[in-house]
């Protein structure tokens, strides 16, 4: 995107009058651009397909299918849209699985006023943003990563790529599914996944799928 083009934004919140208030929040900043509005994640996803949008601002809380599952979509489109999600929910449970999806920023409705264009432009640049008050939600998310390292040190020994397909584990994807996206063989993931077995010390049945889920979180946050 050029310096000069103003970000694109769709807003998806199934409360009218929410949503005008932050239609009028957003519109304030002349570098930003509200380019559709939803009031469901369906009707998001036609909008999706007919205008090009830079930035989803979308609700957890939608009828039908929710923001999360919307976020998921969306992410997966070419190119992807950024996502900033709203939430009425101080809940760590959705927080950590936002962040494991990929969602650039995280604001609580009650700090969306002072927060929404900041976690629009973060978003729309590849940065993060977490509204203020769940800091100690990122926070306690580092401390796992920092505790999966101390207590399973051969996920230090893992290559970019062990790493880039244990976390495509933790999202439950088959091999041929993360050979896909990685654009290399179900048979090399096979290869990579016995590796990272032998890396991590686990064996028995589904000893990898096990472990993957139970430090998913964790896993999101291991560079490569």
């Given at each position: 995107?050029?310096?000069?083009?103003?970000?694109?934004?769709q807003?998806?919140?199934?409360?009218?009058?929410?949503?005008?208030?932050m239609?009028?929040?957003?519109?304030?900043?002349?570098?930003?651009?509200?380019?559709?509005?939803?009031?469901?994640a369906?009707?998001a996803?036609?909008?999706?397909s007919?205008?090009?949008?830079?930035?989803?601002?979308?609700?957890?809380?939608?009828?039908?299918?929710?923001?999360?599952?919307?976020?998921?979509?969306?992410?997966?489109?070419?190119?992807p849209?950024?996502?900033?999600?709203?939430?009425?929910?101080k809940?760590?449970?959705?927080?950590q699985?936002?962040?494991?999806?990929?969602?650039?920023?995280?604001?609580?409705?009650?700090?969306?006023?002072?927060?929404?264009?900041?976690?629009i432009?973060?978003?729309?640049?590849?940065?993060?943003?977490?509204?203020?008050?769940?800091?100690?939600?990122?926070v306690?998310?580092?401390?796992?990563?920092v505790?999966?390292?101390r207590?399973?040190?051969?996920?230090?020994s893992l290559?970019?790529?062990?790493?880039?397909?244990?976390?495509?584990?933790a999202?439950?994807?088959?091999?041929?599914?993360?050979?896909?996206?990685l654009?290399?063989?179900?048979r090399?993931?096979e290869?990579h996944?016995?590796?990272?077995?032998?890396?991590?010390?686990?064996?028995?049945s589904?000893?990898?799928?096990?472990?993957?889920?139970?430090?998913?979180?964790?896993?999101?946050?291991?560079?490569?």
């Amino acid at each position: 995107m050029e310096k000069s083009e103003k970000i694109r934004i769709q807003i998806v919140d199934d409360h009218p009058v929410f949503r005008r208030g932050m239609v009028q929040i957003i519109e304030e900043d002349p570098g930003l651009e509200i380019v559709s509005q939803a009031g469901s994640a369906e009707e998001a996803l036609q909008q999706a397909s007919l205008r090009t949008v830079d930035v989803a601002v979308v609700d957890v809380d939608l009828p039908g299918m929710d923001g999360l599952e919307l976020a998921a979509r969306l992410l997966k489109r070419r190119p992807p849209v950024r996502i900033v999600l709203l939430t009425m929910h101080k809940s760590e449970k959705i927080f950590q699985a936002a962040l494991d999806l990929g969602v650039s920023a995280y604001i609580l409705k009650d700090d969306a006023e002072s927060g929404i264009v900041n976690g629009i432009r973060c978003a729309a640049r590849g940065d993060h943003y977490v509204t203020p008050t769940l800091a100690s939600l990122l926070v306690n998310r580092g401390r796992k990563a920092v505790q999966l390292r101390r207590q399973t040190p051969g996920v230090e020994s893992l290559t970019p790529t062990e790493r880039a397909v244990l976390r495509r584990i933790a999202e439950n994807k088959t091999s041929r599914e993360i050979g896909a996206e990685l654009f290399i063989s179900h048979r090399t993931v096979e290869t990579h996944r016995a590796n990272i077995c032998a890396k991590l010390n686990l064996t028995g049945s589904h000893p990898l799928l096990q472990f993957a889920l139970e430090n998913k979180s964790a896993l999101m946050d291991l560079s490569d």
